[in-house]
């Protein structure tokens, strides 16, 4: 419930944010050409769903890595796919002697398939909000010291919103380089809210990760 | 008559304290102690006053020097006191200085060795090593300065010393394999008693020279002193003398009346325990002319000196036990009592569980040279295994779901400590210091009482979250662990043979599909996994083979198959013919 509040609380900000950027762009001048690929590196904390995680793994979040590519369909409509990569260490449970015990080592990679509407009106335009979603295959590992490996995969689906910062205005001058050079028109800074759900026998392997970002359009 | 002793780090200048004291005495001159007075040679040299000497202990120095006028520089053993400052410019500066003096030194690196500049006087190098590089030159003179070079020995240098003029006298030095010795336009009266061997050019040159291989003990660890048999020997001026036996001066740096007196310490120390009570000791031989022995110096209570291991209670022979032959190599320590030392028990601090696995810590005990696990089902002391010098241990290969009580026990050896010095044969019988320090340990061990018992119960973790394995079921069943080699191997050939292709990925989500239940009536049945882990064998050995074979290796194994392949159908087609021909005869 918190979840979907969150989203909508993130998404009435982004259309107004998406406003005022649009508005502010209409005295830029026009580019004449548009990206077509887009390649992100991210990276933030995850927050498993999972309820008794910090008793396991001492904390209530761990570090998340991401990397993205996508295509964009029309301007504002772009398909992609990402792998991130999850890792903590903790503890097991010893059902036995009923304490926690042992070493486990956690890996979570979730890779998505997403559909993203972007509200991008002009190629200068400050700031762009989106909001997408799609499936979601996790993989997960535990790695148990003195003991089998446990891994296996499940599938699910996933939502992300965030806002984007064109920070070719900051340094126009490089960018026109850049893009010249390399192809690059636009690069972004952004931060993202994204939130996967995959169950497995019940067990939610999902969450929610807060991410920062570097955007690089083609 | 009272006299001033100035000390170590003095600022105020000792002759501006003679002169204003108007008492009749005798300014002594100071001995500046790096480092025990100064961390670095150069901030000695800057407190230093004229008549001063800064004594440089022993070590590898990483700085380039600038000398002073009227001080002394000398290192404390000319082999072991090593200029290294690595750097492409001078190692020691003399700039419009007089009298200065470096000494009893060994000089590896920079583009020159010792820069002597213009409107320098008096300056003096004496009983150095100069070993800079074949790149790079030894001694520098400018023209108009005054040096004296005396009882040096260049070895692999670029140009042992250049210099223009007559003011730089050269004596009593060794020059062996340098590019060239000396090359400069002095009289050949300024440059004497010198010996000269394998130098490309300027081999021999001046007066009273002579020819010769000085014969270096040991040029890889820089012992240049001479061996017997050289003509270097007693070859330096006739009327100089050698600090070290009083004979006539020896060329190089280990003669004349400046040179140090200590033999190089021994190398490759080494000893081993012979039974209970003795011990066995070798190290190469020093073959100095001049060493006559070494003393074998022990102790068994503790390592460094003194060692004074008779009269601890260590055993019967006297410490140190002179070796005197000289040429002698070995020595047994016979009839050695090592002490018993019982230590305490330690206290064990924790057992924790985990899958098949007892994690154990405990308490350090001072004087334990090691530690035994004792471990049980029933009692303790079922089991034991010495762990070594730790206060922890993983006692793995345990049961699961079996209550195991377990305890440690502190060990004691007694350790024997053993070092050497070396000794010459004159009538001070100049000794080394001491060798590196050899331990050996030597007599049963001492066990101490038992620790606490502390009991643990090993179990298979339960990771969080809990989830299903999907891994390689049948051969972990088989095998017992998913992380037994032969599962890590099946694995591997999957992830980089099977999955790569489609029909290969086909037979592992067939394989995934249907092997849960396969695996786990494997699992409950023993003989079955016997059986399943030898059909399993050629399957693993294939892998391995298509892993961990070159291409070339998996090339002559496939030709060497065809081969035999071959043979047997050529068997089977020839065992066949003459039934075939017999027929067609009939």
Known sequence: MIRVRMLAAWSCALVMLSAVGAAFAQDQVARPDRPHWSLEIKGGRFFPDLDNWKEFYGNDSTTQLGLGFGYKVLRQLEVGAEASFIRDKGVGFLPLNQMPGGEVTWTLVPVDVFVLF???????????????????????????????????????????????????NMVPGEANSAESRVGLDNTYLYLEAKTFSAKKNDVELGGTSYLLGILLEF | MPHIQLTGQVNAPAWLTCATLLLPVVCQADELNVPGDFDTIQAAINA?????????ETGTWNESLTLASDVTVRGREAARTILDPGIDAAAVSIDAKANATLRNFTIVSGSTGVSVSTNSSGAKLLNNIFNVGVLNDAV???????????????????????????????????????????ADSADDEFISWNCFFANTTANVKGNNSTDADPL???????????????????????????????????????????????????????????????????????????????????????????????????????????????????????????????????????????????????????????????????????????????????????????????????????????????????????????????????????ASAMSNIVSGLPEEVVPFPILPNEGCFIATAAYGADY????????????????????????????????PPIADFIAARPVLKAGVRVALLPLVVLAVFLLEATAWQQLLVTALCMVLLACVVRRRIFRCAPVITGQAHD
């Open chain 1, 118 to 168: 972007r509200g991008v009106f002009n190629e200068n335009q400050w700031v762009v909000p989106y909001i997408g979603g799609g499936w979601t295959r996790a993989f997960y590992k535990q790695e148990i010291k003195n003991q089998e490996d446990v891994e296996g995969k499940t599938d699910g689906y996933n939502a992300r919103l965030g806002i984007q910062l064109l920070i070719d």
């Open chain 2, 140 to 182: 520098t003179v400018d023209a108009g300065s005054s040096v004296e070079i005396t009882n040096n020995t260049f070895w692999q240098n670029n140009l042992a010393v250049t210099s223009v003029d007559n003011l730089v006298k050269v004596k009593n030095n060794i020059f062996s394999n340098n590019g060239t010795a000396i």
């Open chain 2, 48 to 56: 230093a006053q004229p008549n001063d000497v800064v004594m440089v």
């Open chain 2, 484 to 515: 037994a080699p032969e599962v890590t191997i099946l694995r591997a050939f999957r992830d980089r043979f099977l999955l790569h292709s489609t029909p290969g990925r086909a037979l592992v989500n067939a394989y995934y599909a249907t092997s």
């Open chain 2, 216 to 446: 270096f003990v040991n040029t890889a660890i820089r012992d240049f002193h001479l061996k017997a048999g050289t003509d270097c020997i007693d070859a330096g001026d006739l009327n100089e003398t050698d600090v070290i036996d009083g004979s006539r001066a020896d060329t190089g740096a280990y003669g004349g009346g400046t040179a140090d007196v200590f033999p190089y310490p021994a190398q490759n120390v080494s000893a081993a325990a012979n039974g209970a009570d003795s011990i066995t000791a070798n190290w190469a031989a020093n073959l100095a002319y001049l060493v006559a022995g070494y003393d074998v110096y022990y102790d068994c209570d503790r390592s460094g000196s003194p060692y004074d291991g008779q009269t601890n209670g260590c055993g019967a022979p006297t410490s140190p036990t002179a070796v005197s032959p000289g040429s002698s190599t070995t020595f047994t320590l016979s009839g050695l009592t090592p002490p018993v030392i019982i230590p305490d028990a330690p206290v064990l601090l924790q057992a924790v569980p985990s899958n098949q696995t007892l994690s154990l810590a405990w308490t350090a005990v001072a004087g334990a040279t090691g530690y035994r696990v004792l471990y049980g089902v029933n009692a303790a002391d079922e089991n034991s295994i010495d762990v070594g010098n730790v206060t922890s241990y993983e006692l793995r290969g345990l049961q699961n779901g079996v209550t195991y009580l377990v305890a440690v026990q502190a060990l004691n050896q007694p350790t024997y400590y053993i070092a050497l010095k070396v000794y010459d044969s004159t009538g001070n019988r100049h000794e080394s210091v001491f060798s590196t320090e050899t331990a050996t340990p030597l007599g049963p061990e001492n």
